[in-house]
């Protein structure tokens, strides 16, 4: 099976532009997580997407969005970008019991300019 | 709010030595799950090893152990005969089996080095 797949790997976006970062998650999985990975503020959780549905966010702003698609691949877009949203963002997928293991990718590399 | 403490930020082991990364947890909860992950260089997270909070049998996979200790809130990972390819960021994670959502709490990671 091929594992959990992000797109691009590395970004580049100065300032007040907007991004969007893609994740396919592992076949048959239905669950996709994002996590935002900084060196002061270490992993945090951003959002988790099941079946095209929000069912969690973490503490961040509403310029941090998310979608799922039908097909489980999921988008996380974040507007008006400020230097502090440099970082390396992970998307990790699972199946859908609750004891499943979440699965990472490679993650995407945002350096904000 | 749930945290997970890992007070060494980095740790080295020789070769074939043993070593043990620490993690403490905070929670009010009586069910949960604790992780520890694995991060090369290469950036790809792995798990290295999951507990599940109402087992008291300690988890094992090959060369890596838990040391999981609930009254004292302790999750610590024993890596045995360590390897090179054991180089790596280790986090600890906890995840809430209250939660719906599949929501891990990250320790700020123990960078791991091995001496040839």
């Known amino acids: 099976k091929a594992g959990v797949t992000q797109t691009p790997r590395y970004l580049i976006k100065t300032r007040g532009q907007q991004v969007t970062l893609s994740c396919s998650p592992i076949s048959g999985h239905r669950s996709v997580s994002w996590y935002q990975q900084t060196p002061g503020q270490g992993l945090q959780f951003l959002f988790e997407y099941f079946s095209e549905t929000q069912r969690n966010k973490g503490n961040f702003p509403g310029r941090f969005s998310g979608r799922q698609f039908s097909n489980s691949r999921s988008e996380m877009n974040v507007s008006t970008l400020e230097l502090g949203d440099s970082a390396l963002y992970l998307c990790?997928?699972?199946?859908?019991?609750?004891?499943?293991?979440?699965?990472f990718g490679p993650g995407t590399r945002l350096t904000v300019l | 709010a749930q945290t997970v403490t890992q007070s060494q930020p980095e740790m080295s082991v020789q070769e074939a030595e043993t070593v043990t990364l620490s993690c403490t947890y905070d929670?009010?909860?009586?069910?949960?799950?604790l992780f520890w992950y694995k991060q090369p260089p290469s950036r790809q997270m792995i798990l290295v090893i999951r507990?599940?909070?109402?087992?008291?049998q300690n988890a094992t996979e090959n060369r890596f152990s838990v040391n999981f200790q609930k009254a004292a809130k302790s999750f610590s990972l024993k890596i045995s005969d360590s390897q090179l390819g054991d180089a790596a960021m280790y986090f600890c994670?906890?995840?809430?089996?209250?939660?719906?959502?599949?929501?891990?709490?990250f320790g700020s990671g123990t960078r791991l080095l091995v001496r040839p």
């Open positions: 990790a997928s699972r199946g859908a019991g609750g004891r499943d293991t979440q699965y």
């Open positions: 929670t009010s909860e009586s069910d949960y799950y």
């Open positions: 994670a906890y995840r809430s089996a209250m939660d719906s959502s599949y929501k891990l709490i």
């Open positions: 507990q599940e909070a109402y087992k008291q």
